[in-house]
């Protein structure tokens, strides 16, 4: 398990001048040995993960300061830390997924301006806005950043190496040892989906955890000092997202830290959003599809502002109606009688989401290649739909019914992909920000009666796909999609 505070390694036990502790004469070699500074271990290989998330009610009201309810799913984003020798005085930042890979030398960044007493932020400082004078200290360090990759990719590419420096230096010092980070992640990415919340999530758990300056987690841990170690992650994974989107709303950040599900509000843009956690939200299985059709969410917000503007009276009506259905469903999940795997409760949750649907149509955000998923599943009586996120493409999701018939769900599926679409088997309401502290897993093979199978650099990047990677890794991705005992959590009680 990570160490629970900051420490100093113990030094060697005193000896007296020219002896030992009882007197006698000790040989001149013995003492040079003794006197030499016992070496620091080096940190061990360690991992961190965090979840996606889908809104499951509100898109579209939220913008218009009604309430919305997003939640945690179990596809993943994976960071694997790995400290270099002494001798190696650099951090690199590999994203395979995206082709991203880019190395620093240490002791060339601005490290002067960062840790200037002005400048300075420490672990448990709430950052609410980028320094303008760091930002443009970085700037000369991203410049080299996929140096010959097109524009569009470039983009990408340097608001995630922002989003890590800027946590990197906000958090770390020039004797920071030498490391290696290696993001791979099951999230589609660009489908809103909380992607980016959830790499950040990863890279502020991993500097935490490397600067000691987090506890657990552990099974035991009272429920106030996880909530604790989840809000010092989430505040500097809002960072990370601050230079990745400018001005995100915090609520996939928190989702990605959390876990669950929350209930976020912004009905004064003057303040910050109001964000309560859903922490009693059940695991409640989810058939998410992606419809591949591209998607621009300042389109699909246009279109509802233009709605409001020619019919105020209807579409004041209609996000209202949202609103409603947003905190109907609250009340029902927060309910003491709700019980995730009752089936009576997954249909009152499954109606609410099909009526949500009904009204984002009625705003004009759905599009033909979700209507058909709707369809589809409507024919096979497997759940209930809705599209998550903007609309206009992007992904739908399904509340699967429970003990579907495997045959239904894969003659589903067989559609789904003939026609175009990828489908992911998820999880919604799962775990939070998890740690695995060595990257030690079992698989299900005599190596296990050694200890597990050590995840390396090597078989991390060179896992095929996602299927590769949750097998490799992932928190459910053991014997039989069990979930990995070796993966720890901060999870606290209702």
């Not at 880019?102 to 400048?119: E, G, Q, V």
């Not at 469903?329 to 609410?352: K, M, V």
């Not at 991705?477 to 005992?485: C, I, K, Q, T």
Request: glycine share 8%.
């Amino acid at each position: 398990m990570p160490p629970d505070v900051k420490g100093t390694s113990e030094s060697l036990a005193s000896t007296h001048l020219n002896g030992t502790h009882d007197g006698t004469k000790q040989d001149p070699s013995e003492r040079l040995r003794l006197d030499r500074k016992e070496s620091a271990p080096m940190m061990p290989s360690f991992m961190v993960s965090a979840p996606g998330k889908v809104i499951v009610f509100g898109e579209h009201a939220v913008v218009h300061g009604k309430a919305a309810v997003a939640a945690a799913i179990s596809l993943r984003s994976y960071l694997l830390v790995t400290a270099l020798s002494k001798s190696k005085r650099t951090i690199t930042l590999r994203f395979p997924d995206i082709s991203l890979s880019h190395t620093w030398n240490i002791d060339d960044l601005p490290w002067s301006l960062f840790s200037h007493p002005s400048k300075k932020k420490y672990y448990y400082d709430l950052v609410t806005s980028l320094d303008p004078e760091l930002v443009a200290a970085m700037k000369p360090h991203l410049a080299n950043v996929s140096l010959h990759a097109p524009e569009e990719t470039r983009k990408v590419h340097r608001n995630s190496a922002s989003a890590f420096l800027y946590i990197f230096l906000s958090l770390g010092s020039q004797s920071f040892p030498g490391c290696l980070y290696i993001l791979r992640s099951t999230i589609p990415i660009g489908a809103g989906l909380g992607s980016s919340a959830s790499i950040s999530v990863c890279l502020s758990a991993a500097l935490l955890l490397q600067i000691r300056t987090l506890s657990g987690p552990h099974p035991d841990q009272p429920s106030e000092e996880a909530r604790l170690q989840i809000e010092r992650i989430n505040r500097w994974a809002f960072v990370g997202e601050m230079c990745i989107h400018g001005n995100p709303s915090g609520v996939d950040n928190t989702v990605a830290s959390q876990g669950k599900a929350v209930i976020f509000q912004r009905a004064d843009y003057t303040k910050p959003p109001v964000v309560t956690s859903l922490w009693n939200f059940p695991e409640l299985p989810l058939l998410l599809v992606d419809t591949k059709q591209a998607k621009s969410t300042a389109a699909e917000v246009a279109k509802v502002g233009a709605l409001k503007a020619t019919h105020p009276g209807v579409a004041a009506s209609i996000l209202d109606a949202i609103h409603k259905i947003t905190r109907s469903a609250a009340d029902l999940i927060t309910h003491d009688d709700f019980e995730g795997g009752d089936t009576d409760s997954q249909a009152h949750l499954g109606q609410l989401m099909v009526i949500n649907h009904g009204l984002l149509v009625a705003l004009g955000v759905s599009h033909p290649r979700l209507e058909r998923v709707r369809e589809l599943v409507d024919h096979a009586g497997i759940g209930w739909t809705k599209l998550t996120g903007a609309g206009g493409g992007g992904c739908a999701i399904t509340l699967l019914k429970p003990n579907v018939a495997k045959e239904k769900l894969n003659a589903l599926e067989q559609q789904l992909d003939e026609e175009g679409y990828e489908k992911f088997e998820t999880t919604l309401g799962g775990d939070g920000v998890g740690v695995l502290w060595p990257a030690v897993l079992k698989t299900g093979t005599e190596e296990d009666e050694d200890g597990g199978v050590e995840i390396d650099q090597d078989n991390f990047l060179n896992a095929v796909g996602n299927d590769g990677v949750e097998r490799l890794v992932g928190v459910h991705g053991g014997v039989n999609g069990f979930e990995r005992e070796e993966w720890k959590f901060w999870r606290t009680d209702p």
